[in-house]
């Protein structure tokens, strides 16, 4: 099966909030793409709001519920109690666990599963019990001891970081050794019994190199590329780029 597309909407919601209106719409391109083909919608509340705001979240329950209800929503940050509080109330198929500090910019790497095994451990428990599926942010490297510890806290996938990936957009040769890298790291992961994700910096072009090393890609979340070619293509026309990139036939 090719991977599936979440729209990230959070340079959406960024773009919008640097006015006190509301446009451009959250939900109205996330119903675009949605429509174009996209399999769901992934959002990252911060404690800040700087780009999602709480006040988004439910009408994109709603969105997907009343007219997608095939498609999934992705609610991702670090397990605080307001952030648990957030995906009880709005009941995401997928909860994405990420190390974020709240004044990091963005997301730039992975657990470090050794140091949080105990806390990982308690929250995937709880969010398992609710039935949520529970993704965890991982680096790229194929070290087997980090990611056992990742498979015992119970989650069901890790999300590749390809935040490095991305970065070498103009120099082939090291994007060729970080897919291979990544390709290692997937194996791994999925020889212990975790599905895997990946996002962070993918594009049309980097995207299918990666899911060519990584032909079990289960899914892949995208929001700044997707949205930087959506001010050139339109959403729907970019949603359909992105799901040909990985390797679906639309």
């Given at each position: 099966?090719p991977?599936?597309?979440?729209v990230?909407l959070?340079?959406?919601?960024?773009?919008?909030?640097?006015?006190?209106?509301?446009?451009?719409?959250?939900?109205?391109l996330?119903?675009?793409?949605?429509?174009?083909?996209?399999s769901?919608?992934?959002?990252?509340?911060?404690p800040?709001?700087?780009?999602?705001?709480?006040?988004?979240?439910?009408?994109?329950?709603?969105?997907?519920?009343?007219?997608?209800?095939?498609?999934?929503?992705n609610?991702?940050?670090?397990?605080?109690?307001?952030?648990?509080?957030l995906?009880?109330?709005?009941?995401?198929?997928?909860?994405?666990?990420?190390?974020?500090?709240p004044?990091?910019?963005?997301?730039?790497?992975?657990?470090?599963?050794?140091?949080?095994?105990?806390?990982?451990?308690?929250?995937?428990?709880r969010?398992k019990?609710?039935?949520?599926?529970?993704?965890?942010?991982?680096?790229?490297?194929?070290?087997?001891?980090?990611?056992?510890?990742?498979?015992?806290?119970?989650?069901?996938?890790?999300?590749?970081?390809?935040g490095?990936?991305?970065?070498?957009?103009d120099?082939?040769?090291?994007?060729?050794?970080?897919?291979?890298r990544?390709?290692?790291?997937?194996?791994?992961a999925?020889?212990?019994?975790?599905?895997?994700n990946?996002?962070?910096?993918?594009?049309?072009?980097?995207?299918?190199?990666?899911?060519?090393?990584?032909?079990?890609l289960?899914?892949?979340?995208?929001?700044?590329?997707?949205?930087?070619?959506?001010?050139?293509?339109?959403m729907?026309?970019?949603?359909r780029?992105?799901c040909?990139?990985?390797?679906?036939?639309v």
């Open positions: 099966m991977a599936k597309l979440s990230n959070n340079a959406i919601a960024m773009l919008r909030n640097r006015r006190d209106l509301p446009w451009p719409s959250v939900t109205a996330g119903r675009i793409a949605l429509e174009a083909g996209a769901g919608l992934t959002v990252h509340p911060r800040d709001q700087r780009h999602i705001r709480f006040s988004d979240l439910q009408p994109i329950r709603n969105l997907i519920d009343d007219f997608f209800p095939e498609t999934e929503f609610m991702e940050g670090f397990p605080n109690p307001e952030f648990l509080d995906v009880d109330a709005h009941q995401p198929e997928q909860v994405t666990l990420v190390p974020d500090d004044s990091q910019a963005t997301s730039d790497h992975g657990w470090d599963f050794r140091k949080n095994h105990n806390l990982l451990g308690d929250v995937v428990g969010l019990k609710k039935g949520f599926r529970v993704s965890l942010f991982a680096d790229g490297e194929p070290d087997e001891e980090a990611l056992t510890i990742a498979r015992e806290t119970g989650a069901d996938r890790i999300e590749l970081y390809t490095p990936y991305g970065g070498c957009y120099d082939p040769d090291a994007a060729a050794r970080i897919v291979e990544l390709g290692q790291t997937a194996e791994v999925i020889r212990l019994g975790l599905e895997v990946a996002g962070h910096d993918l594009t049309v072009a980097n995207l299918p190199p990666l899911v060519e090393r990584i032909p079990a289960a899914e892949v979340s995208i929001g700044h590329g997707l949205t930087a070619d959506a001010l050139e293509y339109g729907a026309e970019t949603v780029r992105f040909r990139a990985c390797g679906q036939d």
